[in-house]
């Protein structure tokens, strides 16, 4: 499981925003992918540790940031994100997150929403998708039911549909199955545009490029990389 810091970023696009950021306005971006139940107490006491210095943060604080120029949360900002759709994500983290009184950041490929469980594992290795030991036996991912229920309480934003990365999406049949369909199902699913999109390593949305196009135009407002969220749209 284990948290990683991805970033204490504000996008350095406008004076109020460095004005912001000088103050101690910043944004602290942790990723978690499995959450098994064996490690739910490890999970728990590192949410717990960061909720003591930051206060969770949602699109709509972001939203006002970016409108006003003030940073709208008493502390910095922190966004706990759980990534890849694994159904431990719907059992530990989320249960977990709502005992904590967290709104989480869920990133689940749509693809993997509806791969049969006995074809799970060879979907898994050919997508560079971790399974863990200690969960020999599927499913591994969430339904599109489950996810639908976690998005009443969390975020739900997109990660392509088959754990793409950016450099792997070349033609338009890349860009509809990776970007636009994923972006379409999650609307339809949760009843709002995803307010954000990450790629697979964490790359930037590229202007000029068929993948960095695709986000730019999405609908999506925020970008998620390995360094910062990025505001993609006005």
């Known amino acids: ?117 006995q074809e799970q594992r060879a979907f898994a290795a050919a997508h560079d998708v971790t399974l863990l030991d200690e969960e020999p036996h599927p499913p591994w991912w969430m339904t599109c039911d489950e996810l639908a229920q976690v998005s009443r309480r969390h975020v739900v934003a997109a990660h392509t549909a088959t754990h793409a990365a950016a450099k792997e999406i070349r033609t338009l049949d890349d860009v509809e199955r990776e970007i636009v369909r994923p972006v379409r199902q999650l609307t339809q699913l949760t009843g709002r545009v995803p307010p954000a999109f990450a790629f697979l390593y964490g790359t930037p949305p590229v202007p000029g490029t068929p993948a960095g196009d695709a986000v730019l135009t999405s609908g999506v407002r925020y970008a998620m990389t390995n360094t910062a969220l990025v505001r993609v749209a006005d």
């Not at 999970?43 to 940073?71: H, K």
């Not at 900002?77 to 997150?97: E, H, K, L």
Request: hydrophobic residues 40%; neutral net charge; glycine residues 10%.
């Open 1 to 117: 499981m284990g948290g990683r810091t991805v970033g204490d970023s504000d996008i350095l696009r406008a004076p109020f925003q460095r004005r912001a950021f000088g103050a101690g306005a910043f944004l602290r971006v942790v990723n978690w992918h499995n959450t098994p139940q064996a490690r739910r107490g490890d999970l728990r006491a590192q949410l717990t540790g960061y909720l003591a210095r930051y206060d969770p943060v949602q699109p709509d604080d972001l939203d006002r940031f970016f409108e006003t120029g003030r940073w709208p949360l008493d502390r910095p900002g922190f966004i706990p994100a759980f990534y890849d759709g694994y159904r431990n994500n719907v059992t530990v983290a989320a249960p977990v997150c709502e005992e904590l009184g967290i709104s989480a950041w869920f990133f689940p490929p749509t693809g993997l929403l509806d791969v049969p469980p």
